[in-house]
C-alpha cells in the first residue's frame, strides 16, 4: 500500500540533519519515527486494555489494595527495604 506523507520544509531539513547525524537516510530515519511510535502506541493500549480487565475483575470481585497500602510497599521498597506485599480486602 503507497503511503504519500506531505511534509513541511522545515520538519524535512531537521529529518535530514538528524538523519545524516545518525549516517543513514532521510527515509529509513523517518521509518524508524514511524515504527517507534507504533510500538509506543501499542504498548500503551495493551497497558489500558490490562488496565481495565484488572479494574472489572476488581469491581466484580469487591476486592483490591487500598492505594496508601500500595504507595507505603513501593516507598519502603525504594528505600531498600523489604516490606510484606499488601494484601487484598473488600472494598466498600
Known amino acids: 500500500m503507497p503511503v504519500s506523507l506531505r511534509i513541511p520544509e522545515a ?3 531537521r529529518v535530514a ?3 545524516q547525524a545518525q549516517q ?3 527515509h529509513a530515519f523517518m521509518l524508524d519515527a514511524i515504527h517507534e511510535k507504533l510500538v509506543a502506541e501499542e504498548a500503551r493500549a495493551a497497558f489500558h486494555g490490562e488496565a481495565r480487565r484488572r ?3 476488581m469491581k466484580r470481585s469487591g476486592t483490591g489494595i487500598p492505594a496508601k497500602l500500595v504507595f507505603d510497599y513501593l516507598l519502603a521498597r ?3 527495604r523489604k516490606p510484606a506485599r499488601p494484601r487484598t480486602r ?3
Do not use: E, Y
Open 78 to 80: 525504594a528505600r531498600g
Open 55 to 57: 479494574l472489572a475483575r
Open 90 to 92: 473488600k472494598i466498600a
Open 11 to 13: 520538519v524535512k531539513k
Open 17 to 19: 540533519r538528524r538523519a
Open 24 to 26: 543513514t537516510t532521510a
